[in-house]
């Protein structure tokens, strides 16, 4: 704190002093005309009435008179023969006119007597010492002002600097609480955030690097047993299935990595999203062609309910790829139909994908947009998944400024509802 102050106070001490030297040079230097006048018209009443006293007394008695003038005057009163001046024309042509000539820093005055060779000069008293003190208490009063106003700013920027210390040690949880009339709170409010986000991600690649590695295990363990059978079996039926099913093992995986990558890259913001104006009905159009087969596999009925919307303003690419997982997710578990709806909502858009399915209790609908979630325990590829499907979708939303949350249909299954707002 030390440092600081000092510096704020030889910078402001400084800044000071050119200033108070910038204003003496600027009426001094720049407007001496200005300056002269000013002290002319000042001095010339007592200037007058000396020159009246003095002007009927020659010799010893004009100098005696002096004398005795200038116990009473609080100037220093001199006489003086004008050839011992070296005098310029305009300074010459002054004294002759009678007027008063003003000399050096505006302190010295001269003035003519009776127009002949002796001349008055007037000095003023020098400045008293009190004003070198004067400038000392300035200097005092401003070190303390400052220093009442670095301290509060010093103290919080070390309650910043400690807060990230600790951080930077591993104290992932640490944060900054400053009070509301902190002039840096809202730096604080930024470290918060950076530190909020951080965590998250940090939390986030700890649940993902452990999850996958769970995840993984299981269609390599399934790998593993069928190229075992395979080396025992000497059917070639039997050895065609097994090929069959180490392909279907090999494509989960494919799946599954192509899911991770997409998550992760939205999960630490690697990719950019931008958005562009699509024509609604044929993109909606093509996203329920891409599922369509496994919806006839599933014996599902899946179909447009609406398309209120003309054009739309999204990532088409990322946008297809979670409409798509919720279409999946529906076909998954409805029984007989899946609808989707595109609808105008608010100031944008939603999507709705409704099922028939057995629904999602309300305790679980907030756990399921978390990775690697899902409250059905089934292994089989047909109702399993990997759990990052849905949570891919709650990225995608958040990447869009939107959100997504879960209803109950009108059929008694799940509602997903898909929303985001039109930016310009």
Known sequence: MLRLFLRLYVILALGLAGAIWLVNYTFDELLPDANETYSREILRGPAYGLVEQLRPLLGEARQARL???QRHYGLHLKLIEKDALALTEREQKLLTDGSLLVRGDFSEFIT????????LEIKLPQEP???LWAYVLLGLCLAIVLYFWVRPHWRDLEHIRLAAQRFGDNDL????????????RELAGHFNQMAERIESLIANQRELTNAVSHELR???ARLS????????????RQCLALITDMYADLGELEEMVSELLTYASLERGATQVTQENIEAHSWLDSVIGSVALEAEAEGVQLSLRTCEVDVI?????????AVINLLRNAIRYAERRVEVSLVKFGSGYEVRVCDDGPGIPEEGRAKIFQPFIRLDASRDRRTGGFGLGLALVQRVCQWHGGQVQVFDSEWGGASFRMSWAYTE
């Open 218 to 220: 299981t269609p390599i």
């Open 67 to 69: 004398a005795e003038l």
């Open 173 to 184: 949880g640490s944060r900054i609480l400053l009070p509301r009339r902190s002039t840096v």
């Open 129 to 131: 010492k009190i004003y």
């Open 112 to 119: 003519p007597i009776d127009g002949g060779a002796q001349l």
């Open 313 to 321: 303003q999204i990532e088409p690419r990322f946008m297809a790829r």
């Open 225 to 236: 047993f069928e190229l075992d059978q395979l080396k025992q079996q000497a059917d070639p």
